[in-house]
């Protein structure tokens, strides 16, 4: 099982609609959890940062973290299509090294 | 304020050349990483560095090597490319350990033929 695991998608959606992305992760021991954006052919950028369960929200997105069943969400709302991108997942135990998802491909149709 | 960055943006190499990915951060931070990017693989971190003179390996080091002399700079040697090199390598950099992300470069897009 590998530690980290996202649906690569592709994902299309119209604009102006709720977006739902998911990760889920093995390891009990992670307790920050980020979520990269990542534009075609440029490196990845810190979208949201949450530390242990609940919710953060951060204007149209909103990342939630539920540690029981190993879970992870990001949400947009009034998708765009400038949302059009990668989103990786990565959970982190406090070490200073990441495991990163393999991405879900997000196409945000106008 | 740069950030994080990587030269070159792309190279093309012949089996069995070597080269050497650059990268440089002027945030002052201690931890610097160095990933690969396949399609559909997601990144696999090759080595890693937590301060000047300390590196360690990562998940895929096999033909790769790093130093790390400065505080500011974590360049990437490849010696005798070959094709299964063939990758995007990013280089990012954190300022401590778990709860900030990294700061990743821009990448470097090489091709082993």
């Known amino acids: 099982q590998k530690e980290v695991e996202q649906d690569p998608g592709p994902l299309s959606v119209p604009e102006g609609a709720i977006v739902s992305l998911n990760c889920t992760y093995s390891?009990?021991?992670?307790?920050?959890f980020m979520w990269y954006r990542q534009y075609s052919r440029k490196g990845p950028e810190l979208l949201m940062y949450?530390?242990?369960?609940g919710n953060k929200e951060d204007g149209r997105f909103t990342a939630q973290v539920d540690k029981s069943s190993k879970y992870i969400s990001l949400f947009i709302r009034d998708s765009q299509p400038s949302d059009s991108a990668t989103y990786l997942c990565a959970p982190s135990s406090g070490t200073y090294k990441y495991i990163f998802g393999t991405g879900t491909r997000l196409k945000v149709l106008a | 304020n740069a950030g994080v960055t990587q030269t070159p943006k792309f190279r093309i190499l012949k089996i069995g050349q070597s080269m050497t990915l650059q990268c440089t951060q002027d945030?002052?931070?201690?931890?610097m990483y160095w990933y690969r990017q396949d399609p559909g693989m997601g990144l696999k971190l090759i080595y890693y560095s937590v301060g000047a003179g300390i590196t360690d390996k990562g998940e895929v080091p096999n033909g790769y090597n790093v130093s790390r002399s400065t505080t500011e700079d974590f360049p990437l040697r490849l010696e005798l490319a070959a094709p299964s090199q063939t990758s995007v390598y990013f280089c990012a950099s954190t300022q401590e350990t778990g709860a900030y992300g990294y700061t990743f470069g821009s990448g470097t897009r090489l091709t082993v033929v």
């Open positions: 945030m002052n931070h201690n931890y």
């Open positions: 949450t530390y242990s369960s």
């Open positions: 390891n009990s021991a992670f307790q920050y």
